[in-house]
C-alpha cells in the first residue's frame, strides 16, 4: 500500500507543487484548505504524515496540531510544519505543541522531500526500504553499501548519499541546484560546480570495467539516474 500524504494549506498554488513532487515520489497525496477540513480527513483516512500550514482557515494548524497529539490515533502521527513564522520562539511553539519537525516558508522542495522521507523512515521504517536497485546496482542504506554486478563499490559519503538521491528518483533529471539542496541541505554554500566534481568520482567508482553509464547528462538541465539503465541490456 501507498504511503499516504496529507496536505493542509489555503495557499492553492503552493498545495498544487507540493503535490506534484510528492505524488512524483510515489506517495498517495492529498488535500485539505481548512484545518476543520483536515481534522475530518485525518479520521477518515488516516494518513502516515502530514504536511501543516500554521496559518489555515476554520482551524488553525497549531490547534489542529494540539487535538492530533491528545487523540491515542494520531498520538504518534509524523507532522512537519509548514509556516511563514521564522523567529525562534514560534519555531520553539510549533515543535513543543507537538510538530516534528519545522519549516520556514520560502522553502526548498528537494529539502522538504528529504525531511519527509527522514521522518518517514524513523515513524515507519518498514515504509522506507532499504534497498535501491536499477540495472545491475544495488544500494543498502543500513549497512551504507553499494554493489553492481554482484561486486562492492567503494564511495565516499557524500557519493554514496548522491547515488541514493538519485536512485530514489530514475528518470528525473535534478539541476545542480536541486542536487546540492537534496544532497548538501540548503544551508550550506557550495560552489554549483562542485556537483560536477562529485559526479565525476560517482561515474568513475560505478563504471569501472563497464561500459554502460546509469548516469545521464542533460546539457543545460542537470542530472538524472537513466531510467533505461538496465532495461536496454536486458531487452538487446
Given at each position: 500500500?501507498?504511503?499516504?500524504?496529507?496536505?493542509?494549506?489555503?495557499?492553492?498554488?503552493?498545495?498544487?507543487?507540493?503535490?506534484?513532487?510528492?505524488?512524483?515520489?510515489?506517495?498517495?497525496?492529498?488535500?485539505?484548505?481548512?484545518?476543520?477540513?483536515?481534522?475530518?480527513?485525518?479520521?477518515e483516512?488516516?494518513?502516515?504524515?502530514?504536511?501543516?500550514?500554521?496559518?489555515?482557515?476554520?482551524?488553525?494548524?497549531?490547534?489542529?496540531c494540539?487535538?492530533?497529539?491528545?487523540?491515542?490515533?494520531?498520538?504518534?502521527?509524523?507532522?512537519?510544519?509548514?509556516?511563514?513564522?521564522?523567529e525562534?520562539?514560534?519555531?520553539?511553539?510549533?515543535?513543543?505543541?507537538?510538530?516534528?519537525?519545522?519549516?520556514?516558508?520560502?522553502?526548498?522542495?528537494?529539502?522538504?522531500?528529504?525531511?519527509?522521507?527522514?521522518?518517514?523512515?524513523?515513524s515507519?521504517?518498514?515504509?522506507?526500504?532499504?534497498?535501491?536497485?536499477?540495472?545491475d546496482?544495488?544500494?543498502?542504506?543500513?549497512?551504507?553499501?553499494?554493489?553492481?554486478?554482484?561486486k562492492?563499490?567503494?564511495?565516499?559519503?557524500?557519493?554514496?548519499?548522491?547515488?541514493?538521491?538519485?536512485?530514489?528518483?530514475?528518470?528525473?533529471?535534478?539541476?545542480?541546484?536541486?542536487?546540492?539542496?537534496?544532497?548538501?541541505?540548503?544551508?550550506?554554500?557550495?560552489?554549483?560546480?562542485?556537483?560536477?566534481?562529485?559526479?565525476?568520482?560517482?561515474?568513475?567508482?560505478?563504471?569501472?570495467?563497464?561500459?554502460?553509464?546509469?548516469?545521464?547528462?542533460?546539457r543545460?538541465?542537470?542530472?538524472?539516474?537513466?531510467?533505461?539503465f538496465?532495461?536496454?541490456?536486458?531487452?538487446?
Open positions: 500500500m501507498s504511503t499516504r500524504i496529507l496536505i493542509v494549506e489555503d495557499e492553492e498554488p503552493l498545495t498544487m507543487l507540493l503535490r506534484y513532487n510528492l505524488e512524483s515520489e510515489g506517495y498517495e497525496v492529498y488535500a485539505a484548505a481548512r484545518g476543520d477540513e483536515a481534522d475530518t480527513l485525518i479520521r483516512a488516516r494518513p502516515d504524515l502530514v504536511v501543516l500550514d500554521w496559518m489555515l482557515p476554520g482551524l488553525s494548524g497549531i490547534e489542529l494540539r487535538r492530533l497529539r491528545t487523540r491515542p490515533e494520531t498520538r504518534q502521527l509524523p507532522i512537519i510544519m509548514l509556516t511563514a513564522r521564522g525562534e520562539s514560534e519555531r520553539i511553539r510549533g515543535l513543543s505543541t507537538g510538530a516534528d519537525d519545522y519549516i520556514v516558508k520560502p522553502f526548498s522542495v528537494p529539502e522538504l522531500l528529504a525531511r519527509v522521507r527522514a521522518l518517514l523512515r524513523r515507519n521504517p518498514e515504509r522506507v526500504s532499504n534497498l535501491l536497485s536499477a540495472g546496482i544495488e544500494l543498502d542504506r543500513e549497512k551504507k553499501r553499494v554493489s553492481r554486478n554482484g562492492p563499490v567503494d564511495l565516499g559519503p557524500t557519493e554514496f548519499r548522491l547515488l541514493e538521491f538519485l536512485m530514489e528518483r530514475p528518470g528525473r533529471v535534478f539541476s545542480r541546484e536541486q542536487l546540492l539542496d537534496g544532497v548538501w541541505g540548503s544551508e550550506i554554500y557550495i560552489d554549483e560546480r562542485t556537483v560536477d566534481v562529485h559526479v565525476g568520482r560517482l561515474r568513475k567508482a560505478l563504471n569501472h570495467g563497464h561500459a554502460a553509464d546509469p548516469i545521464r547528462t542533460v543545460g538541465a542537470g542530472y538524472a539516474l537513466d531510467d533505461r538496465g532495461k536496454v541490456e536486458k531487452s538487446a
